[in-house]
């Protein structure tokens, strides 16, 4: 089942998915300069689905975002990602946006990860085929 989250103009800002045939949620990302409340739903919406299923590895695919979202990655390094890798999350395989500004985002946000113990891996991606293809590598 996909769930969406939409603004309060009704377009579609955010889509999760477990994709059950390959053990992994694709999260999807649509926009531009979302705000710091849609972060925090997007993400907690994450954090509600992951208990329900036994996966440890999460798509978060940012091709169709434009901007910065820094005053967001504060809480995700505080509040999100610690009660994500206690609910099992491993790794994370984040699509690179086109955007300059968001692409700077998602670093600074893999720089954060760093502070985590071994067995939990942000890395970045340019493209879907290659952040899948290591999510479901053994390594």
Sequence with gaps: ??????????????????????????????????????????????????ASHSTSKLMNDNRQLEGVWDEANEWLATEWMPAVIVRGLKKFAHIYSPDLYARLSAEFMQDNSQQFPEGFDLRLFDNQEDAEKWLLSED
């Design 1 to 50: 089942m996909k769930n969406e989250l939409k603004d309060q103009e009704g377009k579609v800002f955010f889509t999760l998915e477990y994709l059950q045939d390959k053990g992994i949620f694709y999260a999807a990302w649509f926009g531009s300069y979302l705000s710091v409340e849609q972060v925090k739903q997007g993400a907690l919406l994450f954090l509600d689905e992951i």
